[in-house]
């Protein structure tokens, strides 16, 4: 089993939907959660990160929680082109005494106009 | 301000030759991080640097593999020799501080091809 899996995609939404991204995760001592959006050819940059069990919302990002189940998502609402990118999930993991990232291999979005 | 800059964008070179990549981390940053990617892989963490020491080096793939940082404002990737099968992504992070509570930023990455 992968440290942090998730759907490799595309999973293909229409502009002004949400869309749905998920995440598991393996190890029950992580406690930092964060997702990451990459544009093809480019770097990855921090968009959410999410420590409590829960939902955090900035904007039209919601991350959420559930640490009972190792499930991490993020909600995109009002999807744009522009977020047409690849999502990724990272964790903090065992390795290193939990001073370490650890990524799934990423999520494709399509959002279509 | 800049962020974190790396060189080259790009390299090409044949196997078995020597491959340096080269980081600058954002002034002010502590934790320096070298990563990996690869559409086979994903992204994997290499090393990574607190105030110049290695801390963690179990990513690093094997003793072709090698990274300095020599101050607080440069690290180096080194490759030696390199194989076809290091052709990869790298990227350098820095952050203020290492827990990963703290954000990572990540330079535009190094495309290297070994043919």
């Known amino acids: 089993q992968k440290e942090v899996e998730q759907n490799s995609g595309p999973l293909s939404v229409p502009e002004g939907a949400i869309a749905s991204l998920n995440c598991t995760y393996s190890d029950r001592g992580s406690q930092s959660f964060f997702w990451y959006r990459q544009y093809s050819g480019k770097s990855p940059e921090l968009i959410m990160s999410?420590?409590?069990?829960g939902d955090k919302e900035d904007g039209r990002f919601t991350a959420q929680l559930n640490k009972a189940s190792q499930y991490v998502s993020l909600l995109i609402r009002d999807s744009q082109p522009s977020d047409s990118a690849t999502y990724l999930c990272?964790?903090?993991?065992?390795?290193?005494?939990?001073?370490?990232?650890?990524f799934g291999a990423g999520t494709r979005l399509a959002v279509h106009p | 301000d800049a962020g974190v800059i790396q060189s080259p964008r790009h390299e090409v070179t044949e196997m078995g030759q020597e491959v340096t990549l080269r980081c600058k981390p954002i002034s002010g940053h502590d934790y320096l991080f070298w990563y990996r990617q690869t559409m086979m892989r994903g992204l994997e963490l290499l090393i990574y640097f607190n105030n110049n020491v290695p801390i963690d080096d179990s990513g690093m793939p094997e003793d072709r593999f090698s990274a300095k940082m020599p101050n607080a404002s440069f690290s180096t990737l080194k490759i030696q020799p390199s194989e076809p099968r290091d052709s990869a992504v790298y990227f350098c992070?820095?952050?203020?501080?290492?827990?990963?509570?703290?954000?990572?930023?990540f330079g535009p990455g190094t495309r290297l091809t070994v043919l």
């Open positions: 999410i420590y409590s069990n």
């Open positions: 992070a820095s952050s203020i501080s290492g827990f990963p509570t703290d954000t990572q930023y």
């Open positions: 990272a964790v903090n993991g065992r390795a290193g005494g939990y001073n370490k990232l650890i």
